[in-house]
């Protein structure tokens, strides 16, 4: 079975804070991807990465770093946290780079609360 | 740019009763999937389907595909209440991975 895990299931942070989460994967994937997900408005995609240190911008990557320095783990980081990005954040991965049409895995999410 | 609206937003049944949801894009799909994630849970694949017009079926659940592949349905029939969840569809239009996620319905079933 695919396990898909990220670092905490929820986290409060203040207002320009440094925030870090983290994604690990392990099944060698090779995509890795971060979405937040809002009432009403779905999964949105923020980042997404086919490769180790490879990364392309989602949706609304404003506001959103990442980092993939080895294969299993990609890391989503708010360089200052708002409170508008209080939101829940998943974490998805599937298995091979040149396959849009693979499914997806999650991971199971991590509440954030930005005060 | 592409969008995939997803209606209704909530719906609340009897168990027993059927259920739809649809899915429709803005743009031509190369494909489209279907995830059902339960309260508190994460998304979950259930299925994907990439022909014009494709049905497929998994026990009481069915899901289309439309013919010009911009639409897309999932229907169950006589709702129980392990049904309860959110389910989304997922598109793609340019082969890549910036998929588009409908924006979920939501489904309660009354026992």
């Known amino acids: 079975d695919v396990k898909v895990t990220q670092s905490s299931r929820y986290l409060v942070k203040r207002t320009g804070e440094k925030v870090f989460l983290e994604c690990v994967q392990d099944m060698d994937h090779e995509n890795m991807f971060w979405y937040r997900q809002d009432p009403g408005l779905g999964l949105r995609l923020i980042y997404f990465?086919?490769?180790?240190?490879?990364?392309e911008k989602g949706d609304i990557p404003e506001g959103y770093s990442v980092s993939r320095e080895k294969k299993e783990r990609f890391s989503l980081i708010l360089e200052s946290a708002s409170t508008n990005q209080t939101s829940m954040y998943l974490c998805?991965?599937?298995?091979?780079?040149?396959?849009?049409?693979?499914?997806?895995?999650f991971g199971p999410g991590t509440r954030l609360l930005v005060l | 740019g592409q969008q995939v609206m997803q209606i209704p937003q909530y719906q609340h049944v009897q168990e027993g009763e059927d259920f739809t949801t649809y899915c429709n894009s803005s743009?031509?799909?190369?494909?489209i999937q279907w995830y059902k994630q339960r309260p508190g849970g994460h998304p979950v694949f259930l299925i994907q389907?990439?022909?014009?017009?494709e049905v497929k079926k998994q026990k009481r659940l069915t899901f289309q595909f439309g013919e010009a592949k911009k639409n897309s349905s999932l229907h169950i029939t006589a709702t129980q209440t392990t049904d309860v969840g959110t389910y989304f569809c997922?598109?793609?239009?340019?082969?890549?991975?910036?998929?588009?996620f409908g924006t979920g319905t939501r489904l309660k079933v009354l026992a």
């Open positions: 997922r598109g793609d239009a340019s082969g890549t991975y910036k998929y588009i």
């Open positions: 389907l990439v022909k014009s017009g």
């Open positions: 998805a991965s599937s298995p091979h780079r040149a396959d849009p049409e693979e499914t997806q895995y």
């Open positions: 990465s086919y490769d180790v240190k490879m990364k």
């Open positions: 743009t031509t799909l190369s494909n």
